[in-house]
């Protein structure tokens, strides 16, 4: 199914949405948190990112947003997607995104970084990025591991106060009851949680298909 979204001059094309459900709750945190430099850990197509772009442009002039994505699919995409034009979709729609920017006389910096999260992220660290992100998408690999490792580093990543959500928190590729936990995000931000407990707060939204972290310290 084509998703296609228009608003004057943009018109961005996207093959699935898993996205637009979210948007109420992303909505009310963008209006009280005004994120200006986000962190974006899977990209896919670009859905999220023309989300926060229009978002920001809201209340700011000059915007940046990193994406990380490996586009080579996780355990959900295996057999189902072409990659690649997936990867091609996301190229083509940044690029609506700048000429939309531009149009409307705002400046949009969007930096791609292809590769794994953890080697993307820890290359950020060494590049002096601790601490100045106001908001990081966390929508990466969902193998429990790998969404705690992209915890940990996000919150090294994130500015005090700033955001870090978690996509499919509820999410399971098995059927309740027989679920691999190994295969959940949300034992491993249940546990990235539980470690930093005093340095973060859990925002309550509902419904809880997100799950919303601020950052009190390092």
Known sequence: MSNNVNKDNLTVNFSTDWFTHNIPSLSYIF????????????????RSTHFFTEEMLKYHNEIEIHCIDSWEGGLEHQGKWDMGSVEQSFNENIQTLMIYAKQCGKSLNIIKHKGYSHTKMIELLAKGEAGKFDFIYVD?????????????????????????????????????????????VKPAVDAY??????????????????LYIQKLSG
């Not at 209006?31 to 670009?46: A, K, V």
């Not at 005093?198 to 939204?205: D, F, G, I, R, S």
């Open 31 to 46: 209006e009280q948190f005004t994120p200006q430099r986000i962190l974006e850990i899977g990209s896919f197509e670009g």
């Open 140 to 184: 990466g690999s969902h193998e429990a591991p790998d969404v705690l490792f992209d915890a940990i580093l996000a919150h090294k990543l994130v500015k005090n106060n700033g955001i870090i959500a978690f996509d499919d928190y509820l999410w399971s590729p098995e059927e309740n009851g027989k679920q691999n936990y190994y295969h959940l």
């Open 193 to 210: 949680v539980n470690i930093y407990q005093q340095k973060l707060h859990v925002l309550q939204m509902l419904p809880v298909y997100q």
